[in-house]
């Protein structure tokens, strides 16, 4: 099992700044892929970035460019530095794990709101 703990979210102007955090615990050895997904009200989850164990990144085309992921493996921690918001970036925002054997672990989940 892997446990997924989100920090980091908050309200923010259009433009600004933030920085997710993902603290994991548990198997953590088991973990290959790790990535932020976003949610907006009525809308279905998307991917937002993902990062392998290879350091590969992938990124939503919306946030290429304003958005950096990245993993530090000795804090077991997931990071998502998001510039330039904007108020479509607006969500929940989840941690996900995926480990070898491909079972899917989430976070709760922390809002993110851009907004004048």
């Known amino acids: 099992q892997v446990q997924l703990v989100e920090s980091g979210g908050g309200l923010v102007q259009p433009g600004g700044s933030l920085r997710l955090s993902c603290a994991a615990s548990?198997?953590?050895?088991?973990?290959?892929?790790m990535g932020w997904y976003r949610q907006a009200p009525g809308k279905q989850r998307e991917l937002v970035a993902a990062?392998?164990?290879?350091?590969?990144?992938t990124y939503a085309d919306s946030v290429k460019g304003r958005f950096a992921i990245h993993r530090d493996s000795a804090k077991n921690t997931l990071y998502l530095q998001m510039n330039s918001l904007k108020p479509e970036d607006t969500a929940v925002y989840y941690c996900?794990?995926?480990?070898?054997?491909?079972?899917?672990?989430w976070g709760q989940g922390t809002q993110v709101t851009v907004s004048s």
């Open positions: 990062i392998s164990s290879s350091i590969s990144t």
């Open positions: 996900h794990a995926r480990s070898a054997s491909m079972s899917n672990y």
């Open positions: 548990g198997s953590i050895f088991s973990i290959n892929v």
